[in-house]
């Protein structure tokens, strides 16, 4: 059974830094490309994030781009998501999602608030 589990979400003032990170199991992560998604209340969901297999290639949407970086370590089926100078506008639910596949985080809130 595929499971993806976020942790290290929560609140932060503008400007600060959050890491947020997604264990997997179930399934052979290091041949598996994943992604960071978010969403707001009444919106689709945003991918955000992109990380190939072995980390050497990823992809971010521009509204992210230079601020947030994605990692990942295949020796402890782990993925990263690495926010810095964060803005309101990014507080969202964050989803962590393994590409190609129908497999979702359950989501994990991050509200940047003064």
């Known amino acids: 059974q595929v499971q993806l589990m976020e942790s290290g979400g929560g609140s932060v003032q503008p400007g600060g830094s959050l890491t947020l990170s997604c264990v997997a199991s179930?399934?052979?992560?290091?041949?598996?490309?994943m992604s960071w998604y978010r969403q707001t209340p009444g919106e689709g969901r945003e991918l955000i994030a992109q990380i190939g297999n072995l980390g050497m290639n990823t992809d971010y949407a521009d509204s992210v781009k230079g601020r947030f970086r994605i990692a990942r370590n295949n020796g402890k089926n782990t993925l990263y998501l690495e926010m810095s100078n964060l803005k309101p506008e990014d507080t969202a639910v964050y989803f962590c999602?393994?590409?190609?596949?129908?497999?979702w985080g359950r989501g994990i809130q991050v509200t940047v608030s003064s």
């Open positions: 999602k393994r590409n190609q596949y129908p497999h």
């Open positions: 179930g399934f052979t992560f290091r041949e598996s490309g």
